[in-house]
């Protein structure tokens, strides 16, 4: 499996934005998302999110790791 990256909460957000979701509620740092065909996923807005977190994060997405980097990239 590839590594995932480390990154900050903002720019996390930027690229679940870019994916299709919006932004619903934020509270917090926390900000809440909401996708039409998706799962609504909650991201933190820390300085920096750990591979674990965005793990976790990516599978309540129901997106892959590696479908994720190709995004990224």
């Given amino acids: 499996m590839p590594q995932l990256p ?3 909460g903002r720019i996390l957000i930027k690229i679940f ?3 299709g979701y919006i932004i619903v509620n934020t509270k917090g ?3 809440r998302l909401h996708h039409v065909a ?3 996923i909650t991201i933190p807005s ?3 999110i750990s591979r674990g977190l965005l ?3 990516l599978r309540q ?3 892959l790791p590696a479908e ?3 995004m990224f990239k």
Avoid: E, G, N
């Fill in 55 to 57: 793990r976790q994060i």
């Fill in 38 to 40: 998706r799962r609504p």
């Fill in 46 to 48: 820390y300085k920096t």
């Fill in 17 to 19: 934005i870019r994916i």
């Fill in 68 to 70: 994720f980097l190709k």
């Fill in 61 to 63: 997405a129901d997106i």
């Fill in 6 to 8: 480390i990154l900050s």
């Fill in 29 to 31: 740092s926390h900000v």
